[in-house]
């Protein structure tokens, strides 16, 4: 589905409301402050792709605002991936700030409050995404918020590249390919944001962390196997198993209980995709499930819907 979102046409008095209601319905309702809401222009194109959707943002210079009384109602927590691209943007959140520029792009996390703000005319593409397909993919994408990352070389480059091309090809692309492109989308960003070396310098110390984000990667890499056991793991990673154990104390979670959490979201992507024509129970054991039931019911605690329900849910025209 893809939407335009315009001042066009709008009667000055009634932008700053028109605005407000653009905003929260593309991403979540935040407090805006315009220089002037009578002279404001702007203009939001979106498009979904799968579990995810991509918006440019163009507009005057405006001020948001996440603030406490929009967390109360908010259900799942979601991601917006900002990449400003005409001028400079400011950004704070849990106390640390961030001003982006243009060959940049930053995360912004919606279960706490936060401010963005840009001073001039920009235009902004934004990527907003699910905590339960980000954080799947990348632990605790949160502790990233108050980064740049680098949108002009590497995997960024090639993130930022895919981002503009998308408008122009979108129209052409079945369902299906929507979603495999949203696929690639996040192993791009998941890629730009590992190889940023300060994501193994963020919260404990560079040595442990660095042995964390080898054992992530190495049970991505084998959630296929069945037999993935704490031991396995910490012998493909070089260590010892009681070592690996206390690394993993630092995230409050078991070994086992992440790589549960990673096979249970490598199946849901697979459910989402309407082009895999595997069975349920192929793709639970494709992730490393041995029991199917074991698995349904795993999947419903953690997602809160059965993997059937969720399959026909993300169904072209569902």
């Known amino acids: 589905m893809n939407s335009t979102i315009t001042t066009n046409g709008i009667e000055p008095a009634s932008r700053s409301r028109h605005w407000h209601d653009a905003i929260a319905s593309t991403y979540f309702p935040l407090d805006l402050s315009f220089k002037n809401a009578e002279l404001f222009e702007g203009e939001l194109k979106s498009w979904k792709l799968g579990d995810l959707s991509l918006s440019r943002l163009m507009s005057k210079p405006l001020n948001y605002r996440r603030l406490p009384k929009h967390l109360s109602g908010a259900q799942d927590e979601e991601y917006l991936i900002t990449v400003p691209i005409r001028s400079d ?33 920009n235009c902004l593409w934004v990527l907003k ?7 799947g993919r990348i632990r605790a994408p949160g502790r990233f918020c108050s980064m740049q990352f680098d949108a ?68 991505r890499a084998h959630l296929h196997d069945p037999d993935l056991s704490p031991e396995h793991i910490a012998a493909g990673c070089g ?5 690996m154990h206390e690394i993993f104390r630092d995230t409050n979670q078991t070994v086992s209980q992440w790589v549960r959490d990673q096979r249970l979201a490598a199946c849901r992507q697979d459910l989402s995709d309407p082009g895999n024509s595997r069975t349920i129970a192929e793709i639970a054991y494709a992730r490393g499930f041995s029991d199917q039931a074991q698995f349904s019911r ?19 025209g569902a």
């Open 89 to 121: 943007v400011y950004f704070s959140q849990s106390g640390k700030d961030v001003t982006c520029n243009p060959g940049g792009f930053i995360l912004e996390r919606s279960h706490e409050p936060y401010e963005f703000a840009h001073d001039k005319e």
């Open 129 to 135: 995404v699910s905590d339960k397909v980000l954080g």
């Open 152 to 219: 002009g070389n590497g995997a960024g480059g090639l993130f930022t590249d895919m981002l503009q091309h998308i408008p122009t090809r979108i129209g052409t692309l079945s369902a299906e390919a929507r979603v495999t492109v949203g696929a690639q989308l996040i192993d791009l960003l998941v890629l730009a944001v590992q190889n940023d070396e300060r994501t193994l310098t963020s919260g404990a110390s560079s040595v442990r962390t660095a042995h964390l984000t080898r054992i992530e990667q190495f049970i």
């Open 239 to 243: 260590i010892s198993t009681r070592y």
């Open 298 to 316: 795993a999947f419903r605690r953690q997602f809160g819907v059965s993997p059937k329900d969720f399959r026909n849910q993300c169904k072209p």
